[in-house]
């Protein structure tokens, strides 16, 4: 067990692009998270998934954002036509079903920047 | 609407002495609240949580304090030690379905040696 594994770390890209990033959780957790950080803010959640059914997604995840978890293990996040406001920290993480007990186990996150 | 607030954006201690580490919230349904601490360019890190029907729960030198009536909870981390200097999130659940965590600010901790 490796823990929470994304890629790629950082990510600079022009405005207008579209990018993608990656999420491994560990092996036997069911449930992934996907959230955004700024800078002096704490982690804003973005979607949720359940194996592979996304389940909820926030209203901060505009139509220019996607996530897919196939066949229930790794995760995509994928954001169309970047703009400036997306420059962040995504973080995942995973969790068996009860995360109020042992909470979340998180990834070293991706740090996207828009230039 | 900033349902979970950390007010103190940083904290400095002496080692060795109490850290504590508060955190508001509004919303009276949260079942569950934890706490991250966040060293840089990691993700966050579990340290510890409390269920909505306790008023305290220890963890080592982590004890976590909540005051429903209030609608209040503390960490207390004692003996301060400088490898505790990170930044540390409170964090409520915000869904029993879900699970989904709404964070705090965050607070700044500082140990001096």
């Known amino acids: 067990d490796t823990g929470v594994s994304q890629d790629p770390r950082h990510k600079i890209t022009k405005r207008g692009q579209n990018v993608t990033f990656r999420c491994d959780p560990i092996?036997?957790?069911?449930?992934l998270y996907w959230y955004r950080q700024t800078l002096g803010q704490g982690p804003e959640f973005l979607t949720y998934?359940?194996?592979?059914?996304?389940?909820?997604k926030s209203r901060l995840l505009s139509d220019r954002f996607s996530a897919e978890r196939p066949k229930g293990s790794f995760s995509t996040l994928e954001i169309q036509r970047t703009e400036q406001g997306d420059s962040a920290m995504y973080l995942c993480?995973?969790?068996?079903?009860?995360?109020?007990?042992?909470?979340?186990?998180f990834g070293s996150g991706t740090r996207l920047t828009i230039v | 609407d900033q349902q979970v607030k950390q007010n103190s954006p940083s904290l400095s201690v002496q080692e060795g002495r109490i850290s504590i580490l508060n955190c508001d919230y509004t919303?009276?349904?949260?079942?569950?609240f934890l706490w991250y601490k966040k060293y840089p360019a990691e993700g966050p890190t579990f340290l510890i949580s409390?269920?909505?029907?306790?008023d305290k729960n220890e963890d080592g030198r982590f004890t976590v304090f909540l005051n429903k009536s209030a609608k209040h909870l503390s960490l207390h981390i004692v003996p301060s030690q400088p490898g505790d200097s990170a930044v540390y999130f409170c964090?409520?659940?915000?869904?029993?379905?879900?699970?989904?965590?709404?964070f705090g600010q965050g607070t700044t901790l500082q140990v001096k040696p």
């Open positions: 919303n009276s349904m949260f079942d569950y």
């Open positions: 092996s036997e957790h069911n449930r």
């Open positions: 993480a995973s969790s068996l079903s009860l995360p109020a007990l042992y909470g979340y186990t």
């Open positions: 409390i269920s909505s029907i306790k």
């Open positions: 964090a409520a659940i915000g869904s029993s379905n879900t699970g989904k965590l709404i």
């Open positions: 998934f359940q194996n592979e059914a996304q389940l909820e």
